[in-house]
């Protein structure tokens, strides 16, 4: 079965890190490029990184550039999310997937709660 499973998320202090993992079966990290999401109560899930994406390049949404970092372990088939100086506007369910146009099945995400 293809899919993706986010995790690494929970509760942390404002200034704080995290870092989220997204592991990859039925299908390999060298097939695709793979972005890492969010969405925030009541608003729409926006995309905040990409790697692989724009041949072969990283890419940050400015809302986390500087802080969050994406990376990958081939041989582990996972995509991680180094989150650093975590604000509370990060708070969100986090969700790892494939950069577009077409995506795999959302999942449940992961939530990030930062507290000021």
């Known amino acids: 079965e293809v899919q993706l499973q986010a995790s690494g998320g929970g509760l942390v202090q404002a200034g704080g890190s995290l870092r989220l993992s997204c592991a990859l079966s039925?299908?390999?990290?060298?097939?695709?490029?793979i972005a890492w999401f969010r969405q925030a109560p009541g608003k729409e899930r926006e995309g905040i990184s990409c790697?692989?994406?724009?041949?072969?390049?990283?890419w940050y949404a400015d809302s986390v550039k500087g802080r969050f970092t994406i990376s990958s372990d081939n041989a582990k088939n996972t995509v991680y999310l180094q989150m650093n100086s975590l604000k509370p506007e990060d708070t969100a369910v986090y969700y790892c997937?494939?950069?577009?146009?077409?995506?795999?099945?959302w999942g449940q995400g992961t939530l990030v709660t930062v507290s000021s």
């Open positions: 997937n494939r950069a577009g146009p077409t995506f795999l099945n």
């Open positions: 790697i692989r994406c724009d041949h072969g390049k990283t």
């Open positions: 039925g299908f390999t990290f060298d097939d695709y490029a």
